[in-house]
Nanobody, 124 residues
Framework: QVQLVESGGGLVQAEGSLRLSCAAS??????MGWFRQAPGKEREFVAA????????VYANSVKGRFTISRDNAKNTMYLQMNSLKPEDTAVYYC???????????????????WGQGTQVTVSS
């Protein structure tokens, strides 16, 4: 079982920045990622990173503004969010895949474990 601890959410003004962190422990994993869910909407993919090699993939809505990275030694993943917009407001969930990775971790059915979520609120 993977334990995931998220941090870094909060309230920020539009065009501001936040950095989310997700520390993982308990098992080895092949990829980590971030999903988000806004009120009244379905959970959606944000970004993912392959643990071995570090290749990344982003949703079009955040490309160029968000950067996903990882620290292998700390088993921690980060999401640097710049130029935030009110439409980025959501609960952000850390996601982990422990099974072999066949394709990017960009769909919910590829996720093996979820974090508890952290709220990000962007005011206009």
């Amino acid at each position: 079982q993977v334990q995931l601890v998220e941090s870094g959410g909060g309230l920020v003004q539009a065009e501001g920045s936040l950095r989310l962190s997700c520390a993982a422990s308990g098992r080895t994993f092949t990829a980590m990622g971030w999903f988000r869910q806004a009120p009244g909407k379905e959970r959606e993919f944000v970004a993912a990173i392959r643990w071995s090699g570090g290749s990344t993939v982003y949703a079009n809505s955040v490309k160029g503004r968000f950067t996903i990275s990882r620290d292998n030694a700390k088993n921690t993943m980060y999401l640097q969010m710049n130029s935030l917009k009110p439409e980025d407001t959501a609960v952000y969930y850390c996601a982990v895949r422990t099974r072999p990775l066949i394709q990017p971790l960009s769909s919910m059915n590829a996720v093996d474990s979820w974090g508890q979520g952290t709220q990000v609120t962007v005011s206009s």
